[in-house]
Structures are given as structure tokens and as C-alpha cells.
């Protein structure tokens, strides 16, 4: 099912995205069969919400923020997966999930054992501003 999906997001997003907008990289390894956007990982998990809830999106990625900490704390590597996002709110991406219509898919994540973990990415000191309301 992830091969399948993983090819239908490609093609969806090859026709549906301006070519001036995507760059010659995505252009390339959408064009290439051999790329699979989930990169062969075991599962994936989508998570989704009812379209008309106020902060529907917002809610769905906090979520996936928890769940994607909770798979890191078990020794799990996580992404969220935005080539699949599109093809996934379509009545056809929603079919193959067997998503209600009246759901929105928002978070889909791949969830898995990484080959290795990346470096910490270093961080920029905060700058907080603090307003004087006197």
C-alpha cells in the first residue's frame, strides 16, 4: 500500500504543482520510479480530523509533534511526510486510507528503525522581547 501511495503522491504532485514553483531536485527524484517518498520505512501513520473543527490543523499537528517525541523516546525515527499530503485529501487518497469524507488527512508520518541519527542541528539563542504595557 505505501509503494502504491508513494506513486500516486508523485504523479499527483507532478500535475498538480506549477513546475515554477518546484525546483529542478523535485522535479528530478518525483520523475525517478526508484524513489520512494516514505523511504521504505514500515509504517505509516496519518493522522487526520474532521474538516469544520476550528484549529483542525493545528490540533492534527500537535499530535503529530506528541507522537513523533513518544517514537523518538522509543528508539524510533519519525518524519512527517509533505509529498504525501495533497494526494492524500483526495477522494482517492482518502479511499485508499479509508478516511471519511468528512475528515481532512494533515499529518502524515513515517515511523521507523533510522539507519542512523542525525547530528544535533545547532540552535539559535531566543530573542525574546518582553512589551511594557505601563
Given at each position: 500500500?505505501?509503494?502504491?501511495i508513494?506513486?500516486?503522491?508523485?504523479?499527483?504532485?507532478?500535475?498538480?504543482?506549477?513546475?515554477?514553483?518546484?525546483?529542478?531536485?523535485?522535479?528530478?527524484?518525483?520523475?525517478d520510479?526508484?524513489?520512494?517518498?516514505?523511504?521504505?520505512?514500515?509504517?505509516?501513520?496519518?493522522?487526520?480530523?474532521?474538516?469544520?473543527?476550528?484549529?483542525?490543523?493545528e490540533?492534527?499537528?500537535?499530535?503529530?509533534?506528541?507522537?513523533?517525541?513518544?517514537?523518538?523516546?522509543?528508539?524510533l525515527?519519525?518524519?512527517?511526510?509533505?509529498?504525501?499530503?495533497a494526494?492524500?485529501?483526495?477522494?482517492?487518497?482518502?479511499?485508499?486510507?479509508?478516511?471519511p469524507?468528512?475528515?481532512?488527512?494533515?499529518?502524515?508520518?513515517?515511523?521507523?528503525h533510522?539507519?542512523?541519527?542525525?547530528?544535533?542541528?545547532?540552535r539559535?539563542?531566543?530573542?525574546?522581547?518582553?512589551?511594557?504595557?505601563?
Amino acid at each position: 500500500m505505501l509503494g502504491k501511495i508513494s506513486r500516486e503522491a508523485k504523479a499527483h504532485m507532478l500535475r498538480s504543482s506549477p513546475v515554477a514553483l518546484m525546483s529542478h531536485h523535485f522535479q528530478k527524484i518525483l520523475n525517478d520510479p526508484s524513489f520512494d517518498i516514505f523511504y521504505h520505512a514500515p509504517a505509516l501513520i496519518v493522522i487526520s480530523a474532521v474538516s469544520e473543527i476550528p484549529w483542525a490543523v493545528e490540533d492534527c499537528a500537535l499530535a503529530a509533534e506528541n507522537l513523533m517525541l513518544a517514537a523518538r523516546g522509543a528508539g524510533l525515527g519519525s518524519c512527517w511526510i509533505g509529498f504525501a499530503q495533497a494526494w492524500l485529501g483526495t477522494a482517492e487518497g482518502k479511499a485508499v486510507l479509508q478516511v471519511p469524507p468528512a475528515y481532512r488527512p494533515v499529518a502524515p508520518i513515517i515511523v521507523g528503525h533510522p539507519k542512523s541519527w542525525p547530528a544535533a542541528v545547532p540552535r539559535k539563542e531566543p530573542e525574546i522581547r518582553w512589551l511594557n504595557q505601563s
